[in-house]
């Protein structure tokens, strides 16, 4: 299937807020394989100004996947999550984001192109703070499914 071209450039807002929690912080870091203290410790991270946890600068992309994941889900988009390729992926922090955060997540498919006989799209992620700040931008690239797999 194809990818919906109407769905290019509609603003998707997420659901729910994504609550950024200490023991998420640490997950990331721990499966990141980072041992900096600011993402372990709350008194390093207040010693290097932060006001609590800082996430690593990639965990934007839990949150922004989040948000596209229902258009993955959803049949008429296009593109499945089975097989999908994720081929880069772009961080534009306005801020670091902190334990005790609430983001808001919107998305929008920003481009959609075929390369080499696969479709390709690029989601644009905006987080928001609960205030409504921009926290980070994320651009995500994913690649569909190769339609004529080798066998």
């Known amino acids: 299937m194809a990818l919906n071209r109407t769905y290019l450039g509609r603003l998707f807002p997420a659901t729910e807020p994504y609550e950024v929690t200490r023991a998420a912080v640490r997950a990331f870091a721990d499966a990141i394989g980072d041992p900096h203290p600011v993402y372990h410790s709350p008194d390093a991270a207040r010693a290097a100004g932060y006001p609590d ?10 949150v922004a996947g989040n948000a596209y994941w229902p258009l993955l889900e959803d049949p008429a988009f296009g593109l499945g999550p089975e097989g999908t390729v994720h081929l ?37 992620s905006l987080l ?14 994913l690649l569909a499914p190769d339609p004529a797999p080798s066998g």
Request: glycine share 6%; proline share 7%.
């Open 88 to 124: 880069a992926q772009r961080f534009l922090h306005a801020r670091p984001i902190h334990a005790g955060d609430t983001l808001w997540a919107e998305v929008t498919p920003e481009t959609m192109d075929t390369r080499a006989g696969r479709d390709r799209v690029v989601f644009r």
């Open 53 to 62: 946890l800082v996430a690593p600068p990639t965990f934007a992309a839990l």
């Open 128 to 141: 928001r703070d609960a205030r409504g700040g921009t926290v980070t931008t994320v651009l995500t690239t």
